[in-house]
T-cell receptor, first 117, second 109 residues
Framework: GAGVSQSPSNKVTEKGKDVELRCDPI?????LYWYRQSLGQGLEFLIY????????KSGLPSDRFSAERTGGSVSTLTIQRTQQEDSAVYLC???????????????FGPGTRLTVT | RKEVEQDPGPFNVPEGATVAFNCTYS??????FFWYRQDCRKEPKLLMS???SGNEDGRFTAQLNRASQYISLLIRDSKLSDSATYLCVVKAAGNKLTFGGGTRVLVKP
């Protein structure tokens, strides 16, 4: 079946521009996560959506970062006034959450490689 | 102190050998533990969950030591295809997963 998809796969932008990154989770998955991974580094949690609950924004590095999830499905991560330190791979993951499952397996998309020049 | 810490490696392993590495976590209330595998320039994928009693999946064995707050991964009979970065993942209360920085394993002929 279809996995998590992300677009664009690569994005090059000039410093100071805004960018939007898109994530399409696996159908039926109620949880959606955004992470950032800099070259050679581990995953940095950014934000988490679970159903209709308020998102956990505790990982967003600054108020230039925001995300929304419309209709409990597609999510968009927006970075305003991009800086060079925002350059990284932005990974989206989704998981099937619920009382019936003890699995928190996250399925990752291929990521968006963002380069700020 | 980081919530989840791993030796970054690389662990250089001869093909056919056994390699093991640990991951320590700081939150004693952590509930669930996982090992993910990430190939170069690819997304992470779940390798295995880690159960309290320890568990094995083929050549891979995972252990949990709650008293000392670490989990381990052991790979037997290493294959060239085992070369990857292994990410330790911990879930505390709530649904957020915390990833370690990864341990890089290089299996050489």
């Amino acid at each position: 079946g279809a996995g998590v998809s992300q677009s664009p796969s690569n994005k090059v932008t000039e410093k100071g521009k805004d960018v939007e990154l898109r994530c399409d989770p696996i159908s039926g998955h109620t949880a959606l996560y955004w992470y950032r991974q800099s070259l050679g580094q581990g995953l940095e949690f950014l934000i988490y959506f679970q159903g209709n609950s308020a998102p956990d924004k505790s990982g967003l590095p600054s108020d230039r970062f925001s995300a929304e999830r419309t209709g409990g499905s597609v999510s968009t991560l927006t970075i305003q006034r991009t800086q060079q330190e925002d350059s990284a791979v932005y990974l989206c993951a989704s998981s099937l959450m619920g009382l019936a499952t003890l699995s928190y397996e996250q399925y990752f998309g291929p990521g968006t490689r963002l380069t700020v020049t | 102190r980081k919530e989840v810490e791993q030796d970054p490696g690389p662990f250089n392993v001869p093909e056919g050998a056994t390699v093991a590495f640990n991951c320590t976590y700081s939150n004693s209330a952590s509930q669930s533990f996982f090992w993910y595998r990430q190939d170069c320039r690819k997304e992470p994928k779940l390798l295995m969950s880690v159960y309290s009693s320890g568990n094995e999946d083929g050549r891979f064995t995972a252990q949990l030591n709650r008293a000392s707050q670490y989990i381990s991964l052991l790979i037997r009979d290493s294959k060239l295809s085992d070369s990857a970065t292994y990410l330790c993942v911990v879930k505390a209360a709530g649904n957020k997963l915390t990833f370690g920085g990864g341990t890089r394993v290089l299996v050489k002929p």
